[in-house]
């Protein structure tokens, strides 16, 4: 089972960038299908960038134009480049890792965006 860890986090400003990075141990993050997701504070966790093992990719509505979900398989690690920020985007921002066997989440990195 691989293990992810998340970087990147911080404090930005309405309008700006944010590039998280998932890094991943124990296997091949080409073969496996990995997420993004968020927690605001008294909200459910939601997808918000998916990209599976062939390349696809799939948004949540609200970041559709603005966030991009990528991968590096030289350096086994899954990228989330945020721009045009909005104070919305504000949450803990989790890793997954799926395989058919298994999935593996990481232990989250905050994201606060301010007006």
Known sequence: QVQVVESGGGLAQSGGSLRLSCAASGSNL????????????????????????????????????????????????????????EPEDTAVYYCKAVSPFWASWGQGTQVTVSS
């Open 30 to 85: 080409s073969v496996l299908r990995m997420g993004w997701y968020r927690q605001a504070p008294g909200k459910q966790r939601e997808l918000v960038a998916e990209l599976t093992s062939s390349g696809r990719t799939t948004y949540t509505n609200s970041v559709k134009g603005r966030f991009t979900i990528s991968r590096d398989n030289a350096v086994n690690t899954v990228f989330l480049q945020m721009n045009s920020l």
